[in-house]
């Protein structure tokens, strides 16, 4: 195994500084780093200057709805009455997202030390990092990491020496995305079915075990050491465009590009040179044809509109799509979109957890329509019958996973409606469907 | 009161207490939120998105059911937005529904087939694609479940869940492969399991006992109350052709809720009895003949007013407080008494309710008895029946104390006829079964409930309270009091 | 909560090897010690009857349901929630590729042909004659910039082409 790239002269590497480099999973690699001095210097401040700390950087959550995180952790309750929680969210499901596991198996200690300062922050004496199933391998990692911070005190009922409980403990998924919405996340580590629970409450009032809990992303918890060593300030200043969008961000760019891998650039990094420079640009003879800039949830662009799409939450928003989790899902001109349209609502009738009707019901009805104009049976009143779909499926559910089968559909029909159109004048059929 | 809540739903005002849901605030208002997963017994699911309605200045709709009110909210149940995003809930429940109407127990009474004839679409968008399919599966004793009619708002596995705490049931499966499963050999045989069948409010989930019975619009339905034990909960019976088809609860919040359990439910079959006493006997030597209810009556008088001593009168604990009451009058004005006894079964709670339970004492006015006066000193009043100059039963089965029990002169007033007062009663005066007569019965917390005829009683049988009164009436006194 | 059906009184299922004997007991009081409720170790409970059994029998539910305090009718409903649990047997080798947009664009489907192939099961889901080969396709594992990334029992294995699947199954056999 190696990393698949050196860094390349664009990226700004904080997180994915070591990525690549072995020898910084252990836990003396990690020191040798500087590891762990962050949590000890937190350790040394109180919670409110380790959480001003993290206002002050402008970071915001990289799970995908760009929340805050210094005003989410504001949000617990200033004396702890019952338990608090943190869980950290290593589901990383999202199709096209893949940094969350990079980070897990190149710097695991990175992980740790954010989710131990943002404990501290928040007054939580357990920690549960929720990893997907699938990941065998950064489970491996990561439970390896974790025994030994134990074994070296940094973890433990008197955290290195300073008196505080901090205990972490890795809970397995078992295959399922809607676990990393966070309720759902939850759900399945209380021994449920992964449903999305409604809010209010929400979770820093009555989230894990009813008691008050915080949901922070790898990514987001990996960023608060840097944070936390270098200052607020330090980290506010990595900006490239929108002061609200601050720091680096990790794009994992997968699909069609000669070199797929996970990039790590400044907020405000045009997506073009992401796409054309960093990850190489299309395969000799191709053609950019479109991107799904966040992960598969969000709106497609077309390739003009990703060609001047600024990353980050505003530059997304900007040209009508979300930054989301970062996973740049790339597509030439051999895809055909219409198939791959499916093959996302196919992914989402799959993970509905089957509560809400719009959700369990929309998302199957979806695919099949579009099976069916792949079988060349379509109707030209289907794509209307599409947007209609659609549209009851945005914003009327309990969480917004309908409302990510939808995106895709939408967009894709809007902006790639000929090919959807010539499969349904030609009455021509794909072979695989 | 600080914590009222003004707000305002379709157009009216609105007052409701702080944490009442936008659901119930309109029906406060009168105006009714179409909803399928929302019960007002059950925790909230906030699944099916029927609920949802459009809230002012905010960016989404919202489900009623899981929104609670807030001062001077502004809520439109019929705007547009609100309508489309019900006929959409619909048209994705119809997808996989089989519309088999003409077979299904629930229709007429299908809180889907009502909404989509008031607001869903006319025509269907997705003919063209298979339904999905499940074989029909056996849940228990008398519950089948129908998945392919199931619509998952999963009131079922939540009454099970949170208020059986007996979680049998379960959502299976994810998307639209859902489905309600049990666990192989087990089994939806609690106490109140039939429950669910109520709650369900499509055809999914049927039971046994009433399948394919009756249409639901050929019912007459009477409000009543559960004879079956002394909880008293508040139920309708439902009649055809004064044949009673099945029980089920009516709503009491301070009660049994939207509750009762299977042996009350299901227990319903002896108000059904063929071999009921048509007419009123009187013995002519060895011999019970027929005659009219002056005869009867006249002899019934002849024998208490040539009662020289005490009384004694055994009555059953399932007679109405109106009837018990008068026999403690007739016999109690001679110094007379009289007990019951009452049958006993093991103590089944719905644990998700405080104070509800099939009580162990199997008959609905223990309490009344007792209030009326009687005793639960039944071998003593048994033993003192032997000498007493008049014998009063009141619809008493006197198993147990044999046909050789030497009685004195018994007046017997019942439904059916036991051997043991065959050869023993020298008038016997045919009453109503509870379903037959309008009465009241007190309950194990003193609660008096009233309950109505649901049938014709058969031939000339009256209710025993009238039958009683007669007696009274004409004696303008108690019995004994001559003496 | 009451216990409807107790370990092992499933009809039918060839007896399986409990799980929480001695061994497996401490290993699973270890767990439920780290969180406040019992029902919390279901998942963990899971995994580890899937890991002696090979797949998550009703016999393995209804012994963790007693475990865990939990009726196995509430084990079987989240059982079946996760597409990881296997609900029947598999073959010796389990082999769950990505087929989910950003691999498909890549070849994914053509990887899961040459799998096939490799391992002679006939369909994807379905198991080699032999019994040691189960295909799978599953959606995104996570590591999309590997297409096409394959879990093959608890190997996650990178880039996988239709050309490396043949030297990779040889591997397992
Ligand atoms: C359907 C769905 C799936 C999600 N999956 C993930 C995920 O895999 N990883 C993640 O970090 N956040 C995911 N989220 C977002 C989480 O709900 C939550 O916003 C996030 O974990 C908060 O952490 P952050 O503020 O650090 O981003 C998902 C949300 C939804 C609605
Ligand atoms: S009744 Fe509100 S969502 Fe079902």
């Given at each position: ?372 104009i792949l079988h060349g049976q379509g109707k030209l009143e289907d794509l209307d019958l599409l947007l209609d779909l659609s549209e009851q499926m945005t914003g009327t559910t309990i969480c917004v996973l309908s409302d990510s089968c939808a995106a895709p559909v939408v967009s894709g029909i809007r902006k790639f409606r000929d090919e959807f159109e010539a499969y ?10 | ?152 708002c999963t009131r079922c596995v939540r009454f099970m869940e949170h208020l059986a705490e007996h979680p049998v049931l379960n959502v299976s499966e994810r998307g639209d492969r859902a489905y309600i499963g049990i666990f192989e050999g087990a089994a939806l045989d609690h106490g109140w399991a039939g429950n669910v069948v109520d709650l369900c409010p499509v055809g ?280 | ?173």
């Amino acid at each position: 195994m190696g990393y698949p790239h050196p860094t390349h002269p664009k990226e700004t590497p904080v997180l994915s500084r070591h990525f690549g480099d072995s020898d910084a999973r252990s836990f003396d690699g990690w020191k040798r780093r500087g590891g762990y001095a962050s949590l000890e210097k937190a350790l040394g401040m109180s919670r409110e200057q380790v959480t001003e700390e993290v206002k002050t950087s402008g970071l915001r959550g990289r799970g995908g709805a760009g929340f805050p995180c210094g005003l989410k952790w504001t949000f617990m309750p200033k004396q702890r009455t019952q338990p608090h929680y943190l869980c950290v969210n290593a589901d990383e499901s999202e199709p096209g997202t893949f940094k969350d596991r990079e980070i897990m198996r190149w710097t695991p200690h990175a992980v740790i030390e954010g989710a131990a300062i943002a404990a501290y922050a928040i007054q939580a004496e357990q920690t549960y990092v929720y990893i997907r199933g699938e990941f065998t391998e950064a489970i491996a990692i990561m439970q390896q990491a974790l025994d030994e911070a134990y074994i070296k005190g940094v973890l433990g009922i008197n955290a290195m020496g300073k008196g505080v409980r901090i205990d972490m403990t890795i809970h397995r998924g078992a295959g399922a995305y809607i676990c990393g919405e966070e309720t759902a996340l939850m759900n399945s580590i209380e021994g449920k079915r992964g449903n999305p629970r409604i809010r209010p409450p929400f979770p820093a009032a009555s989230g894990l075990f009813g008691c008050p809990t915080t949901i922070n992303n790898v990514e987001t918890l990996a960023a608060v050491p840097p944070i936390i060593e270098q200052g607020g300030a330090w980290y506010r200043a990595i900006c490239l465009s929108n002061p609200n969008s601050t720091g680096t961000k990790l794009f994992s760019v997968c699909g069609t590009v000669r070199s797929p891998g996970t990039y790590e650039v400044a907020m405000g990094f045009p997506l073009k040179d992401l796409v054309h420079d960093l990850a190489g640009g299309m395969r000799p003879g191709r053609r950019l044809k479109a991107v799904i800039p966040g992960g598969s949830s969000v709106p497609i662009l077309t390739a003009d509109e990703a060609e001047a799409t600024l990353l980050d939450y505003e530059g997304c928003v900007a040209r009508g799509t979300m930054l989301g989790s970062g996973g740049v899902i790339v597509m030439d001109d051999s895809v055909d979109m219409v198939y791959q349209i499916m093959r996302l609502a196919r992914f989402y009738a799959h993970e509905s957890c089957a509560q809400c009707t719009q959700c369990r019901e929309g998302t199957a009805w979806t695919t099949k329509i579009l099976q069916r104009i792949l079988h060349g049976q379509g109707k030209l009143e289907d794509l209307d019958l599409l947007l209609d779909l659609s549209e009851q499926m945005t914003g009327t559910t309990i969480c917004v996973l309908s409302d990510s089968c939808a995106a895709p559909v939408v967009s894709g029909i809007r902006k790639f409606r000929d090919e959807f159109e010539a499969y349904i004048d030609s009455g021509r059929a794909v072979a695989q469907v | 009161m600080s914590d009222l809540v003004r707000l305002t739903i379709e157009g009216r005002p609105v007052e409701a207490p702080a944490g009442t849901s936008v659901l119930e605030a309109a029906k406060l208002a009168g105006v009714l939120v179409p909803h399928y997963c929302y019960h007002p017994s059950l925790p909230v699911a906030g699944v099916c998105r029927m609920c949802l309605v459009e809230v002012e200045k905010s960016p989404k709709l919202a489900a009623s059911c899981a929104t609670p009110v807030a001062e001077g909210m502004v809520v439109h149940v019929e705007s547009p937005q609100a309508k489309a995003a019900r006929r959409a809930v619909l048209e994705f429940l119809l997808i996989n529904h089989p519309l088999d109407c003409p077979i299904c127990d629930q229709a007429g009474e299908c809180e889907l087939q009502d909404y989509v004839y008031q607001e869903g679409r006319a025509t269907t968008r997705f003919a063209d694609y298979a339904k999905r399919f499940n074989p029909v599966e056996d849940f228990g004793p008398d519950i089948l479940y129908v998945p392919n009619r199931c619509i998952l708002c999963t009131r079922c596995v939540r009454f099970m869940e949170h208020l059986a705490e007996h979680p049998v049931l379960n959502v299976s499966e994810r998307g639209d492969r859902a489905y309600i499963g049990i666990f192989e050999g087990a089994a939806l045989d609690h106490g109140w399991a039939g429950n669910v069948v109520d709650l369900c409010p499509v055809g999914s989930l049927v039971s046994k006992d009433f399948l394919h019975k009756a249409r639901a619009w050929d019912l007459d339905k009477t409000p009543s109350i559960c004879p079956g034990c002394t909880q008293g909960c508040n139920v309708t019976i439902e009649t055809r052709d004064n044949q009673v088809l099945r029980v089920r609860p009516r709503p009491n919040p301070d009660l049994n809720r939207h509750f009762m359990c299977d042996y009350g439910r299901l227990g319903y079959g002896w108000l059904n009895r063929t071999d009921r006493i048509e007419a009123p006997l009187v013995r002519d030597g060895s011999r019970l003949v027929p005659v009219d209810w002056d005869r009867a009556l006249g002899r019934a008088l002849d024998l208490v007013r040539g009662a020289r001593g005490p009384c004694v009168a055994l009555v059953s604990p399932g007679a109405s407080c109106e009837a018990l009451e008068r026999v403690a009058q007739l016999v109690g004005a001679g110094g007379g008494a009289g007990a019951f006894r009452v049958a006993k079964g093991d103590e089944i709670p719905l644990p998700g309710v405080p104070d509800l339970a099939l009580r162990t004492e199997r008959a609905p006015n223990v309490a009344g008895a007792l209030a009326a006066g009687f005793t639960r000193d039944w071998d003593g009043a048994a033993a003192r029946a032997r000498s007493a100059a008049l014998v009063l039963v009141l619809d008493e089965p006197l198993h147990g104390l044999g046909a050789a029990q030497a009685w004195g002169p018994m007046i017997y007033i019942g439904t059916v006829l036991p051997d043991e007062a065959r050869g023993a009663a020298a008038v016997v005066l045919p009453s109503a079964t509870m379903a037959e007569e309008d009465g009241t019965f007190r309950n194990i917390g003193g609660r008096i409930q009233p309950y109505h005829q649901a049938r014709a009683a058969p031939g000339m049988a009256r209710p025993a309270a009238w039958i009683l009164e007669e007696i009274l009436d004409a004696l303008g006194v108690g019995v004994g009091a001559q003496a | 909560m009451s216990q409807t059906t107790g370990a092992g009184a499933v009809a039918g299922a060839e007896s399986l090897p409990p799980v929480f004997d001695e061994a497996g007991r401490r290993e699973l009081d270890a767990v439920v010690a780290r969180y406040p409720t019992k029902a919390a170790a279901l998942l963990p409970a899971l995994w580890m009857v899937q890991r002696k059994h090979g797949w998550v029998s009703p016999q393995g539910m209804a012994e963790v349901a007693e475990a865990l305090a939990l009726t196995p009718a509430y084990v079987k409903g989240v059982v079946t929630f996760y597409s990881m649990y296997h609900q029947h047997p598999v073959g010796t080798h389990f082999v769950q590729l990505c087929t989910t947009t950003p691999c498909n664009v890549c070849g994914a489907e053509k990887v899961a042909e040459a799998f096939l192939r490799a391992t002679g099961a006939k369909r994807l889901g379905e198991t080699s004659p032999d019994g040691a080969w189960t295909v799978v396709e599953v959606e995104c594992l996570g590591a999309c910039g590997f297409a096409t990334p394959v879990l093959l029992d608890d190997d996650f294995i990178e880039s996988v082409t239709p050309e490396s699947v043949p030297a990779i199954v040889a591997r397992y056999r």
